[in-house]
């Protein structure tokens, strides 16, 4: 079956460390987004790839950083200049441009700062 | 004003009632309109989106969009514990990579 893998489920990081959140997806789609979930607050943008070896920073990308080298894969690095990156972090898709504009998440990462 | 607002809840109904989740909106070029289903510290699955204005109906679930008063909603018959979850609410104009989301809304079902 087609869809998003996020690896690891769990991560817990010590201050300092930079840390890196895997998203590989198989659904050929174009666009990649990395999302923040925190409590109360909904989902927030970090970063979106709409084609390889490009991306655009969201409303948060402070602190982050996300390469893509091919369409399957768009990881996440959390830098320790992230100030406080615990949080549920989400990886999503979408099939790209004059097609169904609606995004498909990944299962999550959680990571907590130890 | 947020793009979307959406009641936060908690919503708490007994098994077989109908459920019914809103968001209002401000931005009247949204085309898409997307529910989400999410489970505790799962991400969030795609229910249902309808394209534009409308009524979109898929086994107990029915998503209705009323552009003219930037209203949408998800209903859910004969509930379950199952249905149990978080439900986002997100939109998008027809392309490009700006989604907005509701802050969702908690729902329990109770046996």
């Known amino acids: 079956d087609g869809g998003i893998t996020q690896s690891p489920k769990y991560l817990f990081r010590k201050e300092g460390q930079n840390v890196t959140l895997s998203c590989e997806q198989n659904?050929?789609?174009?666009?990649m987004y990395w999302y923040r979930q925190d409590p109360g607050q909904g989902l927030r943008l970090i970063y979106y790839?709409?084609?390889?070896?490009?991306?655009q920073k969201g409303d948060i990308a402070e602190g982050y950083s996300v390469s893509r080298e091919k369409k399957e894969s768009f990881p996440l690095t959390v830098t320790s200049a992230q100030k406080n990156p615990t949080a549920f972090y989400l990886c999503?898709?979408?099939?790209?441009?004059?097609?169904?504009?609606?995004?498909?998440f990944g299962a999550g990462s959680r990571l907590t700062v130890l | 004003q947020k793009e979307v607002e959406q009641d936060p809840g908690p919503l708490s109904v007994p098994e077989g009632a109908i459920v019914s989740l809103n968001c209002t909106y401000s931005?009247?070029?949204?085309?898409?309109f997307m529910w989400y289903r999410q489970y505790s510290r799962k991400g969030p699955e795609l229910l249902m989106y309808?394209?534009?204005?409308g009524n979109k109906e898929d086994g107990r679930f029915t998503a209705q969009v009323d552009k003219s008063s930037k209203y949408i909603s998800l209903f859910i018959r004969d509930s379950q514990p199952s249905d149990s979850a978080t439900y986002l609410c997100?939109?998008?104009?027809?392309?490009?990579?700006?989604?907005?989301f509701g802050t969702g809304t908690s729902l329990t079902v109770i046996p």
């Open positions: 790839s709409q084609i390889v070896n490009d991306f």
């Open positions: 999503a898709s979408s099939i790209g441009e004059a097609r169904a504009n609606v995004l498909t």
């Open positions: 997100a939109m998008s104009v027809n392309t490009g990579n700006q989604f907005y």
């Open positions: 931005n009247s070029a949204f085309q898409y």
């Open positions: 659904l050929n789609h174009d666009a």
């Open positions: 309808t394209y534009s204005s």
